[in-house]
């Protein structure tokens, strides 16, 4: 199964990566000119709407591991492979240094939080709040 930032691709997203892997370098890039300009045509206006986290409540007694599973199906659109130093070295001052889980869970929320914070800037340009819990806002202070 193939898959995109952690979560798996849809069987119409398998066949056209596959298909679009099949092509030569100048066809993909007519294939990528052809999806741009469909998406100019103005159906895929939806493209730069953000996509929201699915808030999970975090269990009273959590382990690290389902923690970061917990998180990684909240912000199910944030690339996996850009959070993965972080959440190792999260992982890491847990299991070798002996920091107690909950602070451990607590960093990786606020962690997962922050690169939601700049996904929302990269797709609108603005920083955005979760319902009525606000997310962390280190964006202006970095």
């Known amino acids: ?79 996996q492979n850009t959070l993965f130093n972080e959440t190792s070295q999260h992982m890491t001052s847990h299991l070798l240094q002996g920091k107690p889980a909950a602070q451990v869970i607590d960093a990786l929320e606020a962690m997962f939080a922050q690169h939601y914070q700049y996904y929302l800037k990269n797709i609108t340009g603005d920083v955005q709040e979760l319902g009525s819990k606000s997310v962390s806002n280190e964006l202006d202070t970095q």
């Not at 993909?28 to 895929?44: A, I, K, N, R």
């Not at 996509?51 to 591991?65: A, C, G, M, N, Y």
């Open 1 to 79: 199964m193939l898959i995109r930032g952690g979560a798996a691709l849809k069987p119409l997203e398998q066949k056209a990566l596959k298909l679009f892997r099949a092509l030569g370098g100048a066809q993909q890039q007519t294939v990528t000119s052809f999806m741009e300009f469909l998406l100019s045509q103005g159906e895929g206006a939806a493209v730069n709407k953000p996509l929201q986290p699915d808030l999970i409540p975090r269990p009273d007694k959590e382990s690290v591991v389902k923690a970061i599973k917990r998180l990684r199906a909240t912000y199910h659109m944030l690339d």
